[in-house]
């Protein structure tokens, strides 16, 4: 074992997070006017598109609380068509603890994973279950959609969308975050929300995206979070364009190849891994248990590593550049 690897069945101690965002009571936002809590509607009453804004579709997931709450603090309506503003996921942020800030991410389900007929329609139940299939009308009635999240490292912000060039040339146009995680096949291991109905079909009517707005307790990824949000409706009319926003940079993509999933309580990486490490082909990665994970071509840039070993949980994302 070198000294860049990890002892066996361990992931390293991830460092206790600075906690620059913290939850607030949402209770002012529960009633909402759709007949459904906590979600907002408001039409212009010009035609227009309909754009969805969900926020904390995983419960620690704070920034999009954030982008969310300052959205209806602050009386934005539309332009032109209409706007709803959705906090997902609210019994699971309520259980925040910041003595173990990574447990609230979900109750039971992960309610970006079930968002198949074979989830909503079959027989289990859970908080996660019971809100996707409240939410399910929410989600239909949008012509657009952006999800907003945060990572459990710090790293740069990032789009994850299914590869179509409705997907695409959105994320172009709004120009930030300048990275973009595209999906040709789906996340392969689950159905996100971006993925549900017509968003995941190649004939669909609108973009769905998400934003990864960077670490989940650092106040630049509110930040990052709300920028992104008024840069997302100013794209398709329901605000003004700001003067003030800088010319799109040049976009770095990467194509997701693997979603790893963790099958054994001995998963590893090889060494300390937050996520944009690249690996030659057939490189390891990591292990898991008698299973080796190995770069499947060179310039394998890995996304979203695990912090802790969780059977059934992603592992990390296996992707390599497109430009």
């Known amino acids: 074992m070198t000294e860049n690897q990890n002892p066996p069945g361990k992931l390293p101690a991830p460092a206790a997070p600075a906690f620059e965002l913290l939850p607030r009571d949402l209770s002012a936002y529960r009633q909402g006017n759709v007949g459904i809590d906590y979600v907002h509607r408001f039409e212009s009453g010009r ?7 969900n926020a904390l579709t995983h419960g620690n997931e704070f920034c999009g609380m954030v982008a969310a709450a300052h959205l209806l603090d602050t009386g934005v309506r539309p332009l032109i068509g209409t706007l709803t503003v959705s906090f997902a996921n609210v019994a699971a942020y309520e259980t925040f603890d910041p003595a173990q800030p990574f447990e609230s991410r ?6 970006n994973r079930i968002w198949s007929s074979e989830w909503l329609d079959g027989p289990e139940d859970s ?16 012509d657009h959609l952006l999800d ?13 969308y299914p590869a179509f060039a409705r997907n695409s040339e959105a994320a172009l146009a709004i120009g930030r975050p300048a990275v973009h995680l595209v999906m040709p096949g789906g996340l392969g291991s689950g159905t996100p929300v971006i993925q549900h109905g017509h968003f995941g079909e190649a004939s669909g009517r609108g973009a769905g995206m998400v ?14 979070a709300i920028d992104v949000t008024r840069r997302f409706l100013a794209h398709f009319g329901l605000l003004g364009h700001d003067p003030a926003w800088a010319a799109p940079e040049s976009a770095r993509c990467f194509e997701l190849l693997q979603t790893v ?23 390891l990665i990591a292990t898991d248990g008698p299973d080796e994970i190995r770069a499947p071509c060179d310039d394998c840039t890995i996304l979203m590593p695990a912090r802790a070993t969780i059977v059934g949980r992603e592992g990390v994302y296996l992707s390599r550049p497109l430009r």
Not at 211 to 224: K, P, W
Request: with cysteine.
């Open 106 to 111: 979900q109750l039971l389900h992960n309610l």
């Open 148 to 160: 907003i999240h945060s990572t459990s490292q710090d790293v740069e912000p990032f789009w994850v």
């Open 127 to 142: 908080p996660e279950l019971r809100r996707a299939r409240e939410l399910r009308p929410v989600v239909a009635a949008a």
């Open 47 to 53: 035609p227009g598109p309909h754009v969805l804004i």
């Open 211 to 224: 934003v990864e707005c960077g670490q989940h307790f650092l106040r630049a990824s509110a930040d990052v």
């Open 261 to 283: 999933v963790i099958k054994t309580p001995d998963f590893r990486f090889v060494r300390p891994c937050i996520g944009f490490e690249v690996f030659a082909q057939g490189e």
